[in-house]
């Protein structure tokens, strides 16, 4: 798995003229910073006196920002995988008209998959935004520049993420799909936008 | 060094509940992946013959890149290293009125460490985006949407860093730096916000 890598590993992997990992696997790599950061500022606020009437709410968070994590996690190596799917794909046979027909067939559906898991991962992403608003405000307040960190890793696993469901999109012929996942995207990015802003003027309003 | 952690390590020291690694050393992160990105982008270009014109510039770009991924790298240490000292700084003893005020300056000077190296990583960060944009409009454009990731990436890098050095900032004592640093850094905040945008917009009309 790519996060069995070390750190200086991944950004060599990345750096490299392999085109994996590449921005979908960074949206899903910023999906799992996103989700530790959140975790730390609950847990920086688990045990302390001042916060103490909060506690269930921030072990609650811990749990379901660790629990997103593991789940970017396996976001990563699937992003790259898919990639390599729909590129496999592509080297089918294309002799005769069956081998035609079916290896168009192939790639459209390698290529829905390269779609969809970026689709999800920009759906995770989104959700925990709400998460990370909650412990911006309520947990320790020493640790809400992380939150804000947080935050914006967030944001750019949604809209990093949303980018590769579109690039893939505009190979597929499945017209009501496209449509159908193009106005889920663009509702996403306005909303994740949205969001950040929202937590990081208030926050610049602090300092 | 942090980057010799293994992601999932780094991952789980970044969520527990130590405040180090913490935004500082993430928005340094930042940094080190738009640098890694902007570099894959640039070895997708060379060697491709549709752009065999622009081989010298794509060359210089990824060798930037590097350059910058490593100095970023450091960083990662760096900012979770400023925070421990001044961490050690506040340990001292205020006994006497001779420690006090020898604890209040160390306090001071850990504290103006820990706002100048967030700095530089806003600045470097910052320098880096125009690098960026370049490589997005130049590069291999099968890639556009790996360079816009490395800009949302670089843009977290000077957010993130810059929050770092403000919260650090408001409890410095040396009024002149103070606003010196702040105009820089609200300077930057908005240039940073505008470049990503705008490629962020062009790039999305072409999807």
């Known amino acids: 798995m790519l996060v069995n890598l070390t750190i200086k590993e991944f950004l060599s992997k990345t750096a490299g003229s392999d085109p994996v990992p590449g ?90 998959i390269a779609a969809e898991i970026p689709m999800e991962v920009a759906r995770r992403a989104y959700a925990i935004m709400d998460l990370i608003a909650e412990v911006a405000e309520k947990g320790n307040q020493n640790a809400v520049t992380d939150a804000c960190v947080s935050m914006m890793s967030a944001r750019t696993a949604v809209l990093g993420a949303i980018l590769n469901v579109k690039i893939n999109l505009s190979s597929l012929k499945d017209e009501e799909y496209v449509a159908k996942m193009k106005a889920e995207c663009d509702q996403l990015e306005k909303d994740a936008v949205a969001k950040e802003q929202a937590l990081l003027e208030k926050v610049n309003k602090m300092l």
Chains 1, 2 share one sequence.
């Open 23 to 112: 921005g979908g696997s960074i949206a899903a790599l910023n999906g799992a910073i996103a989700s530790a950061l959140a975790e730390m500022v609950a847990n920086l606020t688990i045990g302390k006196k001042k916060y103490e009437d909060r506690e269930e709410q921030m072990k609650q968070i811990a749990a379901s920002a660790n629990n997103h994590q593991m789940l970017f996690i396996q976001d990563i190596d699937a992003d790259s995988d898919a990639y390599n799917k729909v590129f496999d794909a592509f080297k089918l046979p294309k002799e005769t008209d069956e081998e035609k027909a079916e290896r168009s067939k192939q790639i459209q559906a390698a290529t829905k």
